[in-house]
């Protein structure tokens, strides 16, 4: 865990006080609202529907024991009792008060967390997998790069008015769980010839003009890689377009000009920055590491995880929600937050409490919060999992379904969120409900199924093996069905099934797409994805709109 | 022939506590659609939107929203409007729960 230093408190004092300037100057009237708003949103601050909603950063999706009891109190005092964790690693507050925010950063900023660039046309928190540190299939902890980044981008006075948000996610993993083909820049740790160093990525986005990212240079050694991501953010700025909201993004600028005219651009620009930068990566690469406290782990027998995976109950949940260590003694626990009907990705304070306690005890108080809105334990020792199994039994959050069909991405939808043209929760929490209610989510095994209320996806619907987008249409809410996304290495947008389905038709609509798997699939080692990527949609559609011959009389 | 009018409200959210709020007609702000200004001419609307966002030190982002006439006021016609008028679906926070806390203290006293 990375720990701030008195210049990162400073920074970080001044800045709230700043904010709560802001905040009494619009309350007075001194500020319009036009005025306030661009800087209530460089804060986290949005008003939704029903309220304000706080989005305080969580970089790259650590926390410790400390922080994520702040985020409980948090819910607690200033909430309704709950968080909402997201698609890019953040906690949401549905229903802050506009007089309280100061109070809520300056309670944050206790432990050293805050809501800078969770909003607005700035680079945004840097998302990056969630087992760093952790998997056994990682070259090197990606997150020492991710805090560089962070402080690099904070507050970067080149880059406060980009053109649009600017999002990058970093792995240090061939195995990518941080969704990097689809982010602004993403970058994959790789190493050659004895060093390391940065595939990077560039121009991925989902979105109304969903892209998959383009390798825009194949190696980037470590010590060049701010001089390298200040030359692609300094070429966008200046080329991406503030004309059209709609193609400000990197991935039309991309687009527009041409992979090789932007490469040629940044190359040039590149130049220039890695003369000025000479030396600075090496020398805060180094402060970095040596704040981040890596867990001496204590390793041990495993008799007792043997033992427990007896009880039935216990192996389920060991087999769905445990993931490989890159120590042996050890297992990496993700804690679904998508119990069968409720929220994804919701956590009450008490909920968030346990998993601190947990952490302390059980997991070298490291925590994690993944993009698929879960929380994960990064290290516990085998011996200790059938006792974090029963204390999570006991809190309600040891639900078996990682990676299965209920296991949903969903953004707030029209429950919450002022951009949203449809709800997204309750269709996420009754097809969960009803693939319970089936109990087939075993035998349909690894389906990720991912819902956006609206066509900017923050519920990433475009990745989803099962993508899933709520519109408005004609003053209804429906929904369109996307199949065979994927949203790792290998990634890719899904493809559109046809006219979409009614809110009350969703649910059935999905699972008749499950059951089709499960008849048409070669044998149960058949993934679904697998299976639509060797039978192509029509058997899909035929499950979704009956036989082809009856669709084209109709 | 210029299209009829569809009636109108107008509704903001508060600057205060971002709560969803409606401008009745004698200028003030409830937190109740069944209490807003059913406007049913489009010029009044017009001028009345102008009135509502004078009041950008109580409020945030008024517009006109469809609307239309019920036994206890106006009524939402469109579905956001019904979930702004409600609250969310997978809690019950917001209106909808003030509205029950309401019932309950008016079967208290």
Known sequence: MYRYDEFDTAFLAKRNAQFRAQVERRIDGSLTEDEFKPLRLMNGLY?????????????????????????????????????????????????????????????LAEVGMHAIQTSGNTIRNVTADHFAGASADEIADPRPYAELIRQWSTDHPEFQFLPRKFKIAITGSPND???????????????????????????????????????IRDFV??????????????????????????????????????????????????ERTRAEFEGVDERVIARIRARFRAPDLVGGETQAYQDARLDPVFRSWADTNLAEHKDPDHAIVTISLKAHGATPGDATAGQMRVMAELAEQYGYDELRISHQQNVILPHVRKSDLPAVFEELKAAGLATANIGLASDIIACPGMDYCALATARSIPVAQQLAQRVEDLRIEHEVGPLQIKISGCINACGHHHVGHIGILGLDRGGVETYQITLGGDATETAEIGQRTGPGFSYEEIVPAIERLMLAYLEVREDETETFLEAYRRLGVAPFKEALYGPEKQRDAA | MPRPFTPKIITANALLEGDVVYFTENGSWSRNMSEAELLEDEAHATIRLIDAEQQGHIIVGAYLADAKSGPKGPEPVHFRESFRARGPSNYLHGKQADARSDARSNDNY
């Open chain 1, 221 to 270: 050694p470590e010590n060049e890689l701010l001089p390298y991501l200040e030359a692609v953010v300094h070429v966008y700025n200046q080329h991406g377009r503030r004309d059209n909201k709609y193609k400000a993004r990197i991935k039309i600028t991309v687009h527009e000009n041409g992979l090789d005219t932007i490469r040629e651009q940044v190359e040039a620009a590149f």
């Open chain 1, 47 to 107: 008003l939704q529907l029903h309220a304000y909603m706080l989005r305080v950063a969580i970089p790259y999706g650590s926390l410790d024991a400390q922080k994520l009891r702040k985020l409980a109190e948090l819910a607690e005092r200033w909430d309704k009792g709950y968080g909402h964790f997201t698609t890019r690693q953040n906690i949401q507050y549905n229903w802050p008060k506009l007089r309280d925010v100061p109070d809520m950063l300056d309670a």
């Open chain 1, 177 to 215: 769980r941080a969704v990097t083909r689809a982010h602004d820049i993403g970058l994959r740790m790789l190493e050659r010839e004895g060093q390391t160093g940065f595939e990077v990525i560039v121009g991925g986005g989902l979105g109304r003009t969903p892209m998959v990212g383009k390798v």
